[in-house]
């Protein structure tokens, strides 16, 4: 059989930058980037050991392949169990435990080689290594690839909620290999395109004409050129926000679009894998978009467009969310944790209109209590 691995020169690789000064860095996207990873990395880092986090699933379909990519480097593998619960203090604290036993100096690379999950892990962990040690993002899930590996949010869960408990830390490089998301199942494909669609309904409607003219479909059956160009489209997007405002003090917040509510979803489910991170935020789109038109801010019909674009394919609406939509008083006692909120008053993320999403820093508790009632199941 041929060999089919691409060469470093075949690789057609795209860049763009996070520009943000003396912590600024590159998201490099390509097919068969993986086998570009040691020279980059000895491009940002004098040290030749890497700590590799992992979880079992993908180790058990990539490690070869990154081991391969690791080659001219001291490699410790931290492989931990798949799922969101490894967001916790015990996930948190078994990473570190394995860094110190390894007797790893914060000079020293820790790279998240997996999806979000892993990645807000392993960046968190980074963060408070011996004050902060040098991190890079391999993402391998469609999710992770356009929207977690970007931006330095890391954080571990806890029983008030999601993400409550993390950090700002920025990666030195993000290096995403769309080859990796050919083991991916549909449904973590799903999960993914829901944040890319969010950054068409953000602030840019001709990215959701786009999708919804075929390209999203495209996407989700993993079309090499759609897939390419909605990656480095939602990368750049991401870029451009967290260049303004890194740590969240205005516009960044609008990437939590639909958030809100899928937060609030995701811990009344549980962190068990019955809802998904982007199966809340899909729902939690279409949440923000109806109780946008509820409020009167958004024409019904443009929210309907959103509903339907996402039913046609086959992604979560609200109406899905039934079995996590049973208790009102407690979604909203969950949403009042948020940590948009300020002043005791909660931040939602609305919509006057397909790219035209704007931040509401005072949302009335009684209208949110009324729409949750009115859709309580
Ligand atoms: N930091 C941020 O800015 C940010 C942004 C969005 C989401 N998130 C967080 O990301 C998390 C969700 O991430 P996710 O959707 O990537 O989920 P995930 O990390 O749980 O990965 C999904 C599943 O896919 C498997 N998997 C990963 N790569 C694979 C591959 N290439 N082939 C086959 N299986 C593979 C994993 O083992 C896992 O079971 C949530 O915790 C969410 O809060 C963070
Ligand atoms: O990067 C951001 O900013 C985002 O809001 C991206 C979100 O998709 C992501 O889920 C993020 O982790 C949510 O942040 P949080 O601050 O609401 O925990
Ligand atoms: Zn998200």
New binding site residues.
């Given amino acids: 059989m041929d060999d089919v691995t691409p060469t470093n020169s075949q690789i057609n690789s795209e860049v763009v930058r996070v520009d943000l000064g003396s912590r600024g860095y590159d998201i490099v996207i390509g097919q068969g980037e993986l086998s570009r990873l040691g020279d980059r990395l000895k491009s940002i880092t004098a040290s030749d050991r890497v700590a590799v986090v992992t ?1 079992e ?2 180790h058990a ?2 490690g070869g392949a990154i081991a391969e990519a690791l080659s001219d480097f001291r490699t410790h593998m931290i492989i931990r169990p ?3 619960d490894q ?1 916790s203090m015990a996930g948190l604290d078994a990473v570190l435990d394995s860094l110190f036993r390894a007797g790893f100096d914060r000079s020293d690379t820790i790279l998240a080689f ?7 892990l392993t960046g968190f962990a980074a963060s408070v290594f011996k004050r902060g040690a040098t991190f890079v993002q391999v993402p ?2 469609l ?2 690839q356009v ?2 590996s970007v ?1 330095g ?2 954080a571990i869960n806890n029983a008030y909620g ?2 409550l408990v993390g950090a700002f830390y920025q990666p030195r490089l993000v290096l995403i290999d769309t080859n ?2 050919a ?3 549909v449904r ?1 494909i799903k ?2 395109y829901a ?1 890319i669609v969010k950054y068409g309904l953000i602030d840019r409607p001709e990215f959701f004409e786009a999708l919804d003219d075929g390209i999203g479909a495209d996407v989700l059956s993993l079309e090499p050129n759609a897939l390419r160009e909605a990656i480095s489209v939602s990368c750049a997007a991401k870029a451009d926000v967290v260049a303004q405002d890194e740590r969240e003090g205005g516009v960044r917040a609008l990437l939590n679009l639909g958030h809100t509510f899928a937060h609030a979803l995701e811990l009344t489910a549980g962190y068990g894998g019955a809802l ?3 199966e809340a935020v899909s729902a939690g789109m279409d949440m923000a978009f109806e109780f946008s038109a509820r409020l009167g801010l958004c024409p019904v019909p443009t929210a309907k467009r959103v509903q339907d674009h996402l039913s046609h394919l086959s992604m979560p609406i609200r109406a899905d969310m039934a079995p996590f939509l049973t208790d009102p008083d407690t979604l909203l006692s969950h949403m009042r944790q948020d940590k948009k909120n300020e002043g005791g008053n909660i931040t939602l993320i609305l919509a006057r209109g397909i790219g035209q999403s704007f931040i509401e820093k005072s949302a009335s508790e009684a209208e949110l209590k009324a729409y949750l009632k009115d859709i309580a199941t």
């Fill in positions: 979880d699933t993908i379909l990539h798949a799922g969101e967001k997996g999806g979000g999950v892993i990645g807000d391998t899930t999710l992770a929207d977690s931006g949010k890391t999601k993400n990796l998301l083991t991916l199942p973590q999960a993914g944040e998904l991170h982007g």
